[in-house]
């Protein structure tokens, strides 16, 4: 499978967990009740095939337990809890608006933590595909970037997406483990990290869950959890953080699609232009970026 396939699944997964996320909090279901168990269920369903190779990995897993708390910390609790916290009280342009700008994160991550450089290239498709993702959130209209307020669910998803910068960017020194046994680890513990959290502040009771709902969990933890976080691992592992940077501008192309779909929304002008610029600046950055790079090293 080409190695982009890996950063588009994830994007596409997690744009489904977005909309199911907001129906979801909409529904009257607690953010800590939906995080939790989304890793809960994934856990049931990873760890089994996964334990042959947490058994050969357990050295490295006893020797860097640390760096595989704080990144559970930061992959697996923060950035999922944060997001469904952050739902609750901002309006959906402001979210995407602010996860348009992971790909800025983690650039700016990517440099104070690896000392990692872009070039003008990569720089200019950054530019084209977050003014495409601006296009697209704010509808066209300069009127609406104008008029953003910040509210305390626009902290939340802010505070979610440094989360998930430092996250993807400290990737590219995990432990020397296989990807699976990588990713069960991490959801143990970052569901354990979670487990107090739900029992101090979940307001719903389980039994008032409707099928509906758990069905949406039951995504969350199949697609948005074990689908998409290995499909990004080996994404990151295989084209980098500042690469897997620019696919975080298609989340909002892929909403719309799937609102379009499953929310009866409809498509209009300002759709095409800014998932024109987007794909533009994908593969300005990455695409064009790779293709000179490649004529340099030959003519080197």
Request: net charge positive.
């Amino acid at each position: 499978m080409p190695a982009f396939v890996f950063l588009l699944l994830p994007i596409l997964f997690w744009s489904g967990n977005y909309v199911l996320g907001r129906l979801t909090v909409g529904d009257g279901v607690d953010p800590y009740t939906i995080s939790f168990f989304r890793w809960f269920i994934a856990c049931l369903v990873i760890i089994p095939l996964a334990f042959p190779k947490i058994r050969q990995d357990l050295p490295q897993i006893k020797q860097h337990l640390p760096m595989l708390t704080f990144l559970a910390f930061l992959g697996i609790c923060n950035y999922n809890l944060f997001l469904y916290i952050g739902l609750q009280s901002t309006t959906v342009t402001n979210a995407v608006l602010l996860n348009s700008l992971m790909p800025v994160m983690i650039l700016i991550t990517a440099r104070v933590l690896l000392g990692s450089k872009t070039n003008s290239l990569q720089n200019l498709g950054i530019l084209v595909s977050t003014v495409g993702a601006l296009v697209i959130v704010s509808r066209g209209s300069l009127d609406t970037l104008l008029h953003l307020t910040v509210s305390s669910g626009d902290l939340w998803i802010i505070t979610a997406a440094i989360s998930w910068a430092i996250y993807s960017v400290l990737l590219v020194k995990r432990p020397a483990m296989h990807l699976l046994s990588f990713f069960a680890v991490t959801a143990m513990i970052g569901t354990c990290i979670q487990f107090p959290l739900y029992l101090l502040f979940s307001s719903k009771d389980l039994a008032e869950l409707t099928t509906a709902n758990w069905g949406a969990i039951i995504y969350m933890s199949l697609f948005a959890s074990i689908g998409a976080f290995i499909c990004w691992n080996a994404g990151i592992q295989r084209l980098g953080a500042t690469t897997a940077g620019h696919f975080v501008h298609l989340l909002p192309v892929f909403s719309i699609f799937l609102s379009t779909l499953f929310l009866g929304e409809v498509m209009e002008g300002f759709h095409g232009i800014g998932i024109f610029l987007i794909f533009s600046g994908i593969g300005i950055a990455t695409l064009l970026n790779k293709q000179l790079a490649n004529r340099a090293q030959k003519t080197s």
